[in-house]
């Protein structure tokens, strides 16, 4: 059973960075597609990041592309970090990793293509 665990949340200001770590627990023969996800209060689970199984193509949220970069460690994959800066208020939420060895792009922004999640990382943005 594959592991994914973020690490890396806390309270910042509006305008300061966090950088956000996630880590899958089982090396594969396939690389991984990853993703990050989000939640704030009251409002639904939304797709903020994703990174291909190939690291060669990277997707973004609206609402983040331009201040957030996805980057990876390794090319399975098993160590991603999702670098957040200019955070806002808005940015409130925690944080979820996930995923999966789906090596198409098909549905890369949508939770239910990813098999694995984790527990998810607080990211609290004051202004």
């Known amino acids: 059973q594959v592991q994914v665990a973020e690490s890396g949340g806390g309270l910042v200001q509006a305008g300061d960075s966090l950088r956000l770590a996630c880590a899958a627990s089982?090396?594969?023969?396939?690389?991984?597609?990853v993703g990050w996800f989000r939640q704030a209060p009251g409002k639904d689970r939304e797709f903020v990041s994703a990174i291909a199984s190939n690291g060669r193509y990277v997707y973004y949220a609206d609402s983040v592309r331009g201040r957030f970069t996805i980057s990876s460690a390794d090319t399975k994959n098993t160590v991603v970090s999702l670098q957040m800066n200019n955070l806002k208020s808005e940015d409130t939420a925690i944080y979820y990793c996930a995923a999966t060895l789906k090596q198409s792009l098909a549905g890369i922004r949508e939770a239910l293509t990813y098999d694995w999640w984790g527990q998810g990382t607080q990211v609290t943005v004051s202004s």
């Open positions: 089982e090396h594969s023969y396939l690389p991984y597609t």
